[in-house]
Nanobody, 121 residues
């Protein structure tokens, strides 16, 4: 069993910053890619940023230059530093990780429960 738990969401004014964190725990042998997604109620879940095990990163165009994804492989954590926040960043943010639970087992995607970010103008 693998569990992802996000923290750090909240309310912030436009131009402000927030840092989201996600900790993976449970039966973990290896974690490959980790990512953050976000979803506005009633709309699809969109990719925000990804990071490989070797810390190669990729960002949605809408957050490039404002958000930074990072990870700690020893602690099985991934973070998202969000600066210069805009009202359109308001969403529920979800942590995602590709996890193998045993040597030789395939990786599968796990999701956190989500953390809400509200940016007011």
């Amino acid at each position: 069993q693998v569990r992802l738990v996000e923290s750090g969401g909240g309310d912030v004014q436009a131009g402000g910053s927030l840092r989201l964190s996600c900790a993976a725990s449970g039966s973990i042998f290896s974690i490959n890619n980790m990512a953050w997604y976000r979803q506005v109620p009633g709309k699809q879940r969109d990719l925000v940023a990804t990071i490989t095990r070797t810390t190669i990163t990729n960002y949605a165009d809408s957050v490039k230059g404002r958000f930074t994804i990072s990870r700690d492989n020893a602690k099985n954590t991934v973070s998202l530093q969000m600066n210069s926040l805009k009202p359109e960043d308001t969403a529920i943010y979800y942590c995602n990780a590709d996890v193998s639970t045993r040597r030789g087992f395939p990786y599968r995607a796990y999701w956190g429960q989500g953390t809400r970010v509200t940016v007011s103008s």
